[in-house]
Nanobody, 124 residues
Framework: QVQPVESGGGLVQAGGSLRLSCAASGRTFNIYTMGWFRQAPGKEREFVAAISWGGGITDYAGSVKGRFTISRENAKNTAYLQMNSLKPEDTAVYYC?????????????????WGQGTQVTVDS
């Protein structure tokens, strides 16, 4: 199994950028699909992006497509979320999740392991 740990959140002005990192313990990181989700106050957790175990297939929520990029370095047991052109509505706690299985599901229920989350606040 893996234990994801997020980092890189913070306060940024609208239009700015942040890169989130997700370091995962365990020797088998490269067999897990990795996903990023976010949850704003009073809202349900929502899908942001996912990447296949080999990194060759990605998927994004429509609201972030073209602004966010998910990537991974299996040699470092780390996944990333590069966030550009940030908007106030991107403000949320961002979670990294790992899934043992095929596909890039957008439902949080399909992911097996979760990090504690990192706060991203975009100031207008």
């Amino acid at each position: 199994q893996v234990q994801p740990v997020e980092s890189g959140g913070g306060l940024v002005q609208a239009g700015g950028s942040l890169r989130l990192s997700c370091a995962a313990s365990g020797r088998t990181f490269n067999i897990y699909t990795m996903g990023w989700f976010r949850q704003a106050p009073g809202k349900e957790r929502e899908f942001v992006a996912a990447i296949s175990w080999g990194g060759g297939i990605t998927d994004y929520a429509g609201s972030v497509k073209g602004r966010f990029t998910i990537s991974r370095e299996n040699a470092k047991n780390t996944a990333y979320l590069q966030m550009n052109s940030l908007k106030p509505e991107d403000t949320a706690v961002y979670y990294c999740a790992a899934r043992l299985g095929s596909g890039l599901p957008i439902s949080y229920a399909e992911y097996d392991y979760w990090g504690q989350g990192t706060q991203v606040t975009v100031d207008s």
